[in-house]
């Protein structure tokens, strides 16, 4: 298993990279036992102003998985927190592959036990279905629209790309967009 640093604005000591590799790699080498070094786990450092943010990223069965933690004092704190969610995520993919028959996950590990896991559904059920004009408008009116409505996202037809896209507000405040190829 290989793990890959993204340091981006942040002065984290070579000291602490080498110990949060260890730690990732002790964490996570059991789920990563097959093809180990084709496996790879992305760990993102951000100095912000509410202290060390923290972005996990790996791959597992197929999925694409994430955490993202923040912490004011310290970078592995906020890596601990970050691979408990990983951790989390792999347990919910784990049973949710087990129950689909579709793809049965062939490890030999057992999962450690997690109090606070939500079961999954096998279902989704949607409870209310909104629709509305998609006239073409700028990002700006789209950020502008969004913030009048008090959402957190805002689904538009973009006027430069004619385009479906959707603008969110992100945790720091500031805002991003999502467009299809």
């Given at each position: 298993?290989?793990?890959?640093?993204?340091?981006?604005?942040?002065?984290?000591?070579?000291?602490?990279?080498a110990t949060m590799e260890k730690k990732v790699a002790q964490r996570f080498r059991r789920y990563f036992t097959?093809?180990?070094?084709?496996t790879v786990v992305?760990?993102?450092i951000c100095d912000r102003k509410l202290g060390f943010k923290v972005e996990l990223t790996t791959q597992y069965l197929s999925y694409?998985?994430?955490?993202?933690?923040?912490d004011k004092v310290s970078c592995i704190a906020a890596l601990d927190r970050a691979m408990d969610i990983l951790e989390r995520q792999i347990a919910k993919c784990k049973t949710k592959l087990a129950r689909s028959k579709h793809l049965t996950p062939e490890l030999d590990v057992s999962l450690p036990k997690i109090d606070n896991l939500e079961e999954e559904p096998e279902i989704y059920s949607v409870v209310r279905?909104?629709?509305y004009d998609m006239k073409p408008i700028t990002v700006q009116d789209a950020?502008?629209?969004m913030n009048?409505?008090?959402?957190?996202?805002?689904?538009?037809?973009n006027k430069e790309t004619n385009k479906v896209s959707t603008v969110y507000k992100r945790d720091d405040g500031d805002?991003?967009?999502?467009e299809p190829l």
């Open positions: 298993m290989l793990v890959r640093f993204n340091i981006k604005e942040s002065n984290v000591s070579e000291k602490d990279l097959q093809d180990s070094t084709e992305y760990v993102k694409d998985l994430r955490a993202e933690t923040t279905i909104k629709s950020i502008m629209e009048m409505l008090g959402h957190v996202f805002f689904t538009f037809l805002y991003g967009m999502i």
